[in-house]
T-cell receptor, first 112, second 116 residues
Framework: AQSVTQPDIHITVSEGASLELRCNYS??????LFWYVQSPGQGLQLLLK??????LVQGIKGFEAEFKRSQSSFNLRKPSVHWSDAAEYFC??????????FGAGTRLAVHP | GAVVSQHPSRVICKSGTSVKIECRSL??????MFWYRQFPKQSLMLMAT?????????EQGVEKDKFLINHASLTLSTLTVTSAHPEDSSFYIC????????????FGSGTRLTVV
């Protein structure tokens, strides 16, 4: 069955610190992987996606993610977090045109 | 880029009434539309998949008679919450697949439904 696991429900970091949000997936075919960010009461914004090719993917707002097939992981990273990065982050997987399956989300808090 | 316009953005209705949410693809044809529901501080849960000209496919546990989905044209998909109750209060989001070459998926901006 298709599934996405985000082990960390809440993460708190200090502004300027590095960040890594974990994502593990289970998918029977070639996965298409996504990271989205959602601010309170808002819709979703795509941070980055992986379809094929280079396993290190660069996204918007200084985020990057690395696809590791052997670990079924697609962790999101940012070298230096800004206060404006505080939000909910969702990892998601699909097979291309198929339904998108979301993880439970990780709520990021940023301390000044 | 491909845009899905979702309306209304917020709606408050009385318990027992019905509410219709519309998602229009503005600059492309959406053969398929996914409908998600998001309760506060939770993830997006897929409710159903609508395909133009055919019956929607509902996820397990979603009442098809309560959440009516219509996809009568390639640019319009609607979700009607019938006989709404306070427990139906949620954030509803539609999404259309664009395919890997076009960036994956486009999302509506969401509808905040409050049933009083």
């Amino acid at each position: 069955a298709q599934s996405v696991t985000q082990p960390d429900i809440h993460i708190t970091v200090s502004e300027g610190a590095s960040l890594e949000l974990r994502c593990n997936y289970s998918y029977g075919a070639t996965p298409y992987l996504f990271w989205y960010v959602q601010s309170p009461g808002q819709g979703l914004q795509l941070l980055l996606k992986y379809f094929s090719g280079d396993t290190l993917v660069q996204g918007i707002k200084g985020f990057e993610a690395e696809f590791k097939r052997s670990q079924s992981s697609f962790n999101l990273r940012k070298p230096s977090v800004h206060w404006s990065d505080a939000a909910e982050y969702f990892c998601a997987v699909s097979g291309g045109y198929n339904k998108l399956i979301f993880g439970a989300g990780t709520r990021l808090a940023v301390h000044p | 880029g491909a845009v899905v316009s979702q309306h209304p953005s917020r709606v408050i209705c009385k318990s027992g009434t019905s509410v219709k949410i519309e998602c229009r693809s503005l600059d492309f044809q959406a053969t398929t539309m996914f409908w998600y529901r998001q309760f506060p501080k939770q993830s997006l849960m897929l409710m159903a998949t609508s395909n133009e000209g055919s019956k929607a496919t509902y996820e397990q546990g979603v009442e098809k008679d309560k959440f009516l989905i219509n996809h009568a044209s390639l640019t319009l998909s609607t979700l009607t919450v019938t006989s709404a109750h306070p427990e139906d209060s949620s954030f509803y989001i539609c999404s259309a697949p664009l395919g890997p070459q076009s960036g994956g998926y486009t999302f509506g901006s969401g509808t905040r439904l409050t049933v009083v």
